[in-house]
């Protein structure tokens, strides 16, 4: 993994080296091991290939990489040379390209674009323009694995960008402005931290396929010189300038009579009870398993630090909810028993809460009845939030399946007054997205990933900080499988057509809502968050599925929503409980909404 910051300037024009230096340090962030910065000074080319220095201005470009060191013996400094041209890569590849164990992909990526490169170009002469295109676009659409990335193309002076078919990796984009023309790519912005920053206008790079910025064209504020390569399901695609898409789109078979089960006639909704249901379960837990394995073993192993705690070298973010769980219990299968996993609970101080339940218990001692909570301002009530109730279970319903496993709970608890006093850098890497459900979100995710909290180890309680550098989120399985509330909104107005329409916006949109946040705020800790559920595979899969084996609404709140996903846990990894759990939003979760008003609602604008 690896922060990137591109910036494209004109000589002799206002540019800022201010804001490159504030965006310089919040991309060190996510790569601390090692850090490289490439300058270029050059001036405009014409078609002819003349310089008109005399007519045009000269361009000054830089390209900085912050490494993250995850994958290969050694780190590798991006950015990487290939030839005359430059590459950034943030991200991982878990398939289509052949990387070994002991292998960097940054590097098999640039031996791959190098070789594809050298079969589209003649025997005397170079690459043109187009064995370039054709080069990255059918390369990059083989990679299997969240990525964003940045190519320099040298020859003909153009930036080649773009993230990802579901966007898993950040990068955004700054418009220069008639003051300063600059152009900006970062992963990160540093909005709130520096005036320079706060003067331009962010946004995410649309995942909607491959971008090139035609430097020579380039003039400020106008977006002339940008060309868009979108993703797309042609053969051959990338002949005829497309990227193409890793699976197609969602399966529209709408449920008849015959093929769906009454549920008053289940005993139990969550045993599989023919062999459509067998197969679709089954084929579930066969990807996933493949899913977690490709992202469990290239996480390298932790340096023992001088203590008696062995370093785990993998979290799961850990509400205690199916999703989680389910994580928790394929991975059990991919990693050495003798590894401890964490398993990071995050729990908050909410004040109005507390208020509340105060008022409430001084009620009842006027009227003379015992007071309700009496021990309520006790520090283990004030972080009894509804995840570290759920978590609790959770863990120990896994040691009791899996009891060779060690089970590392990590109770973190954020004081309201800390997570204040975070609110203002958290709002900054949550940039450009700006609503109160994308600071309630990103603030349980912010201190879950930080990792520091309370462990019980060995019968003694102890202050405990996660080494590991590597987090599993369960994001993805509610978008796909019809988790969320508004999945059964759908249904109940529109029927199966209104389910199914509801759950294809929300894979189509989750690049939009989810993922660039979650990156930047996970990353901020020098940690990559790694999405099993959003493997190539297990959306291929689960798209292809009609849409009442995944989800149905005619069963009751915590067996129909998801109802591939509980009968796998139910069936194949035995988890019962959490199987019937449920869906509890994170933010509501772990308290961090509407920690000050009642009033505030997700959509509020901040």
């Known amino acids: ?37 490439e300058l270029f000074s050059f001036s405009h080319v014409t078609s002819t290939g003349l310089s ?143 005036p320079e920053c706060d003067k331009r206008t962010w946004e995410e790079v649309p995942a909607d396929g491959l971008y090139c910025l035609e430097m020579d064209k380039y003039e400020s504020v106008n977006r002339e010189a940008l060309k868009h390569y979108p993703w797309g399901h042609t053969e051959d695609a990338h002949l005829h300038g497309i990227m193409k898409a890793p699976y ?57 630090e001088t203590t008696n705690i062995s370093p785990a070298r993998l979290g799961i973010l850990f509400s205690g909810g199916l999703d989680c769980m389910c994580l928790a219990a394929i991975v059990n299968k991919c990693i050495p028993e003798n590894e401890p996993i964490d398993l990071l609970n995050v729990s908050f101080e909410n004040p109005r809460i507390q208020k509340a339940r105060n008022e409430e218990r001084n009620k009842h001692k006027k009227k003379g009845l015992p007071a309700q909570n009496d021990s309520i301002d006790n520090e283990t009530k004030k972080y009894e939030v509804p995840d570290r109730l759920t978590g609790i279970r959770s863990v120990e319903e896994l040691r009791k399946i899996y009891p060779l496993r060690e089970w590392r709970f990590v109770e973190i608890n954020v004081p309201f007054e800390e997570a204040m006093n975070q609110k203002s850098h958290i709002l900054s890497l949550i940039a450009p997205l700006e609503t109160v459900m994308d600071l309630s979100i990103a603030m349980a995710f912010w201190f879950a990933a930080r990792g520091i909290g309370n462990v019980r180890l060995h019968e003694k309680d102890l202050i405990y900080k996660s080494q590991a550098k590597v987090l599993f989120s369960g994001l993805g399985a509610d978008e796909q499988m019809g988790g969320y509330g508004r999945h059964a909104v759908g249904f109940r107005q529109n029927g199966w057509q209104g389910l199914l329409h509801e759950v294809e916006l929300d894979v189509q949109r989750i690049s939009v809502r989810n993922m660039g946040r979650d990156d930047r705020i996970v990353s901020d800790h020098g940690k990559e968050v790694r999405f099993p559920f959003l493997d190539e595979e297990v959306v291929d899969y689960l798209s292809r599925q009609p849409i009442h084996l995944k989800v149905d609404p005619r069963f009751s709140k915590g067996i129909g929503e998801k109802i591939i996903l509980r009968r796998l846990a139910h069936n194949k990894l035995k988890i019962i409980q959490v199987a019937r759990e449920p869906k509890r939003a994170v933010q509501f979760g772990a308290r961090t909404a509407r920690m000050v008003s009642s009033e505030e609602k997700g959509t509020d604008m901040l």
């Open 1 to 37: 993994m690896c922060g990137i910051l591109v910036s494209l300037s004109f000589i002799g024009k206002k540019s800022d080296a201010q804001l490159i230096k504030a965006l310089s340090r919040v991309c060190d962030r996510r790569g601390p091991d090692c850090q490289k910065t």
């Open 52 to 194: 008109e220095a005399t007519n045009h201005p000269w361009y000054n470009l830089s390209l900085r990489g912050s490494v993250l060191h995850l994958r290969g013996l050694q780190p590798t400094h991006q950015p990487v040379k290939m030839g005359h041209d430059y590459l950034l890569f943030n991200g991982e590849i878990f398939g289509g390209l052949e990387v070994n164990l002991d292998q960097n992909d940054t590097s098999v990526l640039s031996d791959t674009i190098t070789k594809t490169l050298n079969e589209y170009s003649t025997k005397n002469e170079p690459p043109d323009s187009k064995a370039f295109e054709k080069t990255l676009l059918k390369v990059l659409s083989q990679i299997r694995g969240e990525w964003a990335i940045v190519i320099y193309e040298y020859q003909y002076r153009r930036l080649w960008f773009g993230r990802d078919y579901l966007g898993r990796r950040s990068l955004l984009w700054s418009w220069g402005t008639h003051i300063d023309p600059s152009f900006v790519l970062t992963s990160t912005s540093a909005v709130g931290f520096s």
């Open 248 to 304: 197609k789109d969602i399966e529209k078979m709408l449920p008849t009579d015959d093929t769906l089960t009454i549920p008053e006639s289940c005993k139990d909704p969550l045993a599989i009870s023919n062999e459509v249901d067998e197969k679709a379960v089954s084929g579930l837990l066969c990807v996933l398993q493949k899913s977690v394995q490709r992202r469990a073993e290239t996480i390298p192993d932790i340096i023992k």
